[in-house]
């Protein structure tokens, strides 16, 4: 349980190809697509995590990560699938369904806060 606790809260829920569908299904989503080489995702990951351990810690996953940046073809079909351009991007789902881009903060407080918003 206590591998689980980090590597799924502490460290943010991490997707993949696969099971993003899934995931991203039920609720509020923000879904960080990122690449582990990409700087300016190494510059959002501290705060994305701080607030990934907050906001899924209450029980259902609400923040989700998912590495696009090894260019497989099941990444390389999501990037097209959602328009990803660069990296970072994070897009925020309704229920599975892509509602917008995410162009709020990037700060833990930002992420944190989006999920408290009506």
Known sequence: ???VRHNY???GFESSPASLE???MSGKKLVLFYAD????CKKIKPAWDEAAEKVNAEG????IKINCGGKSDEEKELMEKYKI???PTII????GVQASVYEQGREA???????SEN
């Not at 080489?37 to 300016?40: V, Y």
């Open 9 to 11: 809260l502490s460290e």
């Open 37 to 40: 080489w990409c700087g300016h």
């Open 60 to 63: 259902e996953t609400k923040m």
């Open 85 to 87: 351009e660069g990296y």
């Open 1 to 3: 349980l206590a591998y």
């Open 92 to 95: 925020h789902f309704e229920d």
């Open 109 to 115: 407080g930002d992420f944190v806060s989006f999920f």
């Open 22 to 24: 899934q995931d991203k």
